[in-house]
């Protein structure tokens, strides 16, 4: 299968995502002067914006790389979740899996960023586990809206939605349909996640997740981190980024390290959000996993060259891939 068909594949593939959503919210704005109050800088607004956050921009990525994601979350009963439901009909993306609950309020990350540089990041959240009560509606719907799912992503932020149980019954009702799932993990439930069909780390949850020293070179020290991984979970595949060192595949049957292409880096904020979304796609129209990884690590980097975080650009990565694969 050539990487032009794989990406058409991904056309109408549909996708529940399952993790943490957030408000990704910006201050645009200029400084030309100091606070006389503290030694701060004074920023002159110029525009606000709000977008699509930690899970949901991976949904807002697999809208753009043309599949239908399902977003299956909590947010909070509050204005902030209306702003949350109205970008996600901007883009007409599902939410008959979220829940508005009365125990949380809806994640914002307020970002200011002056003439390109971000200079303060604010956030306004609870990353209190779900109650029970929540996890069980939250599972109801997961399990009406899995039926007709080509592959389930988790999408851990570490902000709570995605508890030990949670992920232990999904990952048992994806095997009973034969649904692939991939994770994107944080520390806290790092471990939780055995039996999945690809997990993807970055190198920072790595060592957080395995308490796993690195202090020699990069490479020899992610096999033997993917090695200890394997001994304490049976999973399909393990896929570890590694940021200017690129990407290292990991399985029963090889281990390949592919580099990373030289980039002008604006920004890494969201990188990882689409690197688990086109790889998320790319399993589960059956690329080989040594294409998987470096299709997601060329999106990865693609995505770093803007400013903030931005969904991947389909015809772009396909353009790029074409040249570099």
Request: charged share 25%; net charge negative; glycine share 6%.
């Amino acid at each position: 299968m050539s990487i032009r068909e794989a990406l058409d594949k991904f056309n109408g593939l549909k996708a529940l995502v399952i993790g943490d959503v957030m408000i990704d919210s910006y201050v645009w704005g200029n400084v030309d002067r100091i606070s006389p109050e503290a030694p701060v800088p004074i920023v002159n607004v110029k525009d606000r914006e709000s977008r699509m956050g930690g899970a949901a921009n991976v949904a807002k990525n697999l809208h753009y790389l043309g599949a239908e994601p399902i977003l299956c979350s909590v947010v909070g009963n509050d204005g902030s979740a209306d702003t949350f439901m109205n970008l996600c009909d901007s883009l007409n993306i599902s939410k008959e899996g979220i829940i508005r609950s009365e125990n949380r309020i809806t994640t914002i990350k307020h970002r200011v960023i002056a003439s390109a540089q971000h200079v303060l990041r604010i956030d306004h959240e609870d990353d209190a586990p779900l109650n029970a009560k929540d996890t069980d509606l939250l599972f109801d719907n997961i399990k009406k809206l899995a039926d007709d799912a080509d592959v389930i992503i988790f999408e851990d932020y570490d902000k709570g939605v995605l508890t030990p149980e949670l992920i232990s019954k999904v990952i048992q009702l994806a095997k009973e349909k034969n649904i692939p799932t991939t994770v994107d993990p944080k520390k806290r439930n790092f471990l939780c996640y055995e039996g999945v069909t690809l997990f993807k780390p970055n190198l920072k949850e790595m060592r957080e997740g395995l308490k796993f020293d690195f202090d020699g070179d990069v490479i020899d020290e992610v096999k033997a981190a993917t090695k200890e991984l394997k001994s304490k979970m049976d999973n399909d595949h393990t896929m570890v980024t590694l940021s200017e060192h690129g990407v290292y595949i990991s399985n029963h049957q090889s281990d390949v390290h592919i580099p990373a292409h030289k980039r002008e880096i604006a920004d890494v904020s969201g990188a990882g959000d689409t690197v688990i979304s086109i790889a998320s796609l790319a399993l589960a129209v059956g690329l080989p996993m040594d294409q998987v990884a470096g299709l997601a690590n060329l999106g990865g980097g693609l995505v770093c060259e803007s400013v903030g975080v931005v969904p991947i650009n389909k015809e772009a990565l396909l353009e790029e891939a074409e040249r570099k694969l």
